[in-house]
Nanobody, 129 residues
Framework: QVQLVESGGGLVQAGDSLRLSCAASGHIFSTYGMGWFRQAPGKEREFVAAITWSAGGTYYADSVKGRFTISRDNAKNTMYLQMNSLKPEDTAVYYC??????????????????????WGQGTQVTVSS
């Protein structure tokens, strides 16, 4: 059974940094793309960043491009999201997700929630102004 556990969230001030981690188990981590999504109160879950199985491709939402960096360590079965220059509008629950498709080489367009089949419980990120 696929298990994804996020950590690293917290309360920070605008301009600060945080690094989220997603520890994966129950599957061969290195064979699937992974992604980060977020959901703010009253809003739909939205794409933040994704990374292919080999880390050869990374994708970002326009709202985080240049501030967030997604990475993975396949030896540790862990994915990361380095978040710099945080803004109050980044406040949300951040979810880690695993792609449904084995060995996906790329995402054609913005990765969708429907591309991902396994989800973590989420970690809260709150950015105060």
């Amino acid at each position: 059974q696929v298990q994804l556990v996020e950590s690293g969230g917290g309360l920070v001030q605008a301009g600060d940094s945080l690094r989220l981690s997603c520890a994966a188990s129950g599957h061969i981590f290195s064979t699937y793309g992974m992604g980060w999504f977020r959901q703010a109160p009253g809003k739909e879950r939205e794409f933040v960043a994704a990374i292919t199985w080999s880390a050869g491709g990374t994708y970002y939402a326009d709202s985080v491009k240049g501030r967030f960096t997604i990475s993975r360590d396949n030896a540790k079965n862990t994915m990361y999201l380095q978040m710099n220059s945080l803004k109050p509008e980044d406040t949300a629950v951040y979810y880690c997700a695993r792609d449904k498709t084995l060995w996906r080489q790329y995402y054609s367009g913005t990765p969708l929630t429907s591309d991902f089949g396994s989800w973590g419980q989420g970690t809260q990120v709150t950015v105060s102004s």
